[in-house]
């Protein structure tokens, strides 16, 4: 059954738009893939969802011990979101490293896929993501467990999807990002949008 108190289009909007964005991470999947083979490209994504998975769940608990707190934390984590995500606008925004096609080091398949995962884990900018941006999608504003565990498992579906079209169609993206022109006009619409996500979740703080 589909929960009611979660708003699932508006979370799998932000994440979509996270994941979207030009940046080091889909610039090193693509010249893996490219370099190695989709072999080595599927092994990195399995260690990246693995990771990310386990970084949300944590999230998901740290979330749960910070909001139950009282609801002025619940206000603070909103204004904690909208700078959250107007700080990953101007990353977008003013970002032109991801055009680099540097070759990855040899490796075999398993030690990209653990070098996903260790990455993701500790990765500190997905977890305050989803400490802080999650709880805007749960009409309550106090995700239970199980319902922060839900949007953890559609976070990780998200961007592994994503993941995935980038090593099946690895040759096409490398145009883009290596077209620095294009990849500026994408970044800055996707951080134009994802401005406009931290001024609703302001305006949900004091509203």
Same mark, same amino acid.
Request: net charge positive; hydrophobic share 60%; proline share 4%.
């Given at each position: 059954?589909?929960?009611?108190?979660?708003?699932?289009?508006?979370?799998?909007?932000?994440?979509?738009?996270?994941?979207?964005?030009?940046?080091?991470?889909?610039?090193?999947?693509?010249?893996?893939?490219?370099?190695?083979?989709?072999?080595?490209?599927?092994? &990195?994504?399995?260690?990246? *969802?693995? +990771?990310? =998975?386990?970084?949300? $769940?944590? !999230? #998901?608990? %740290? &979330?749960?011990?910070?909001? *139950?707190? +009282?609801? =002025?934390?619940?206000? $603070?984590? !909103? #204004?904690? %979101? &909208?700078?959250?995500?107007?700080?990953?606008?101007?990353?977008?925004?003013?970002?032109?490293? #991801?055009?680099?096609?540097?070759?990855?080091?040899?490796?075999?398949?398993?030690?990209?896929?653990?070098?996903?995962?260790?990455?993701?884990?500790?990765?500190?900018?997905?977890?305050?993501?989803?400490?802080?941006?999650?709880?805007?999608?749960?009409?309550?504003?106090?995700?239970?467990?199980?319902?922060?565990?839900?949007?953890?498992?559609?976070?990780?579906?998200?961007?592994?999807?994503?993941?995935?079209?980038?090593?099946?169609?690895?040759?096409?993206?490398?145009?883009?990002?290596?077209?620095?022109?294009?990849?500026?006009?994408?970044?800055?619409?996707?951080?134009?949008?994802?401005?406009?996500?931290?001024?609703?979740?302001?305006?949900?703080?004091?509203?």
């Amino acid at each position: 059954m589909i929960d009611p108190g979660i708003d699932w289009a508006g979370f799998s909007l932000a994440v979509l738009l996270v994941e979207l964005t030009p940046g080091p991470n889909m610039a090193w999947i693509v010249t893996l893939t490219l370099s190695e083979g989709r072999r080595a490209g599927l092994g &990195a994504i399995s260690g990246i *969802a693995l +990771g990310l =998975a386990a970084n949300a $769940a944590l !999230s #998901v608990v %740290a &979330a749960s011990l910070i909001l *139950a707190q +009282g609801p =002025a934390l619940t206000q $603070a984590v !909103s #204004v904690l %979101a &909208a700078a959250m995500m107007a700080w990953l606008a101007w990353e977008a925004w003013r970002d032109t490293g #991801v055009s680099s096609t540097a070759t990855t080091p040899r490796m075999g398949n398993h030690r990209h896929a653990l070098a996903g995962f260790i990455i993701n884990l500790i990765n500190p900018k997905a977890a305050l993501f989803f400490i802080t941006v999650m709880p805007q999608f749960v009409h309550s504003g106090q995700p239970s467990l199980s319902q922060g565990l839900t949007l953890a498992s559609l976070n990780v579906t998200i961007a592994t999807a994503v993941h995935l079209a980038l090593v099946l169609g690895a040759g096409r993206v490398r145009g883009v990002l290596m077209a620095e022109a294009r990849a500026r006009i994408v970044r800055r619409l996707l951080a134009l949008a994802m401005l406009g996500v931290a001024a609703w979740f302001l305006a949900k703080a004091f509203g």
